[in-house]
Nanobody
Framework: QVQLVESGGDLVQPGGSLRLSCAAS????????MGWYRQCPGKQRELVAS???????NYADSVKGRFTISRDTAKNTVYLQMNSLKPEDTAVYYC????????????WGQGTQVTVSS
């Protein structure tokens, strides 16, 4: 069982920055691909950014050049640095851990609210 705890969500003005953190309950990055998703009310959850076990990253077109996903294996933590925030970035952001071997394991954090508003 993997536990993920997000933090860092806040109210920020347009153009501002935030860094989200996702603390995992163990050293899982060698086995799990990690991702940040977001969900707005009435909309489906969407992938924002991901980082594979090997360290390759991928971003949604809407956040490319503004958001950066990274990880610190010593701290078992994944980060999402968000710059040049826009009102449309407002959402609950979720951390995800995905393992695909002979069996698939998938875990979610509880989410953290990001609100971009003046």
């Amino acid at each position: 069982q993997v536990q993920l705890v997000e933090s860092g969500g806040d109210l920020v003005q347009p153009g501002g920055s935030l860094r989200l953190s996702c603390a995992a309950s163990g050293n899982i990055f060698s086995f799990y691909n990690m991702g940040w998703y977001r969900q707005c009310p009435g909309k489906q959850r969407e992938l924002v950014a991901s980082i594979t076990r090997g360290g390759s990253t991928n971003y949604a077109d809407s956040v490319k050049g503004r958001f950066t996903i990274s990880r610190d294996t010593a701290k078992n933590t994944v980060y999402l640095q968000m710059n040049s925030l826009k009102p449309e970035d407002t959402a609950v952001y979720y951390c995800n851990a995905d393992y695909r071997g002979t069996t698939r394991y998938n875990y979610w954090g509880q989410g953290t609210q990001v609100t971009v508003s003046s």
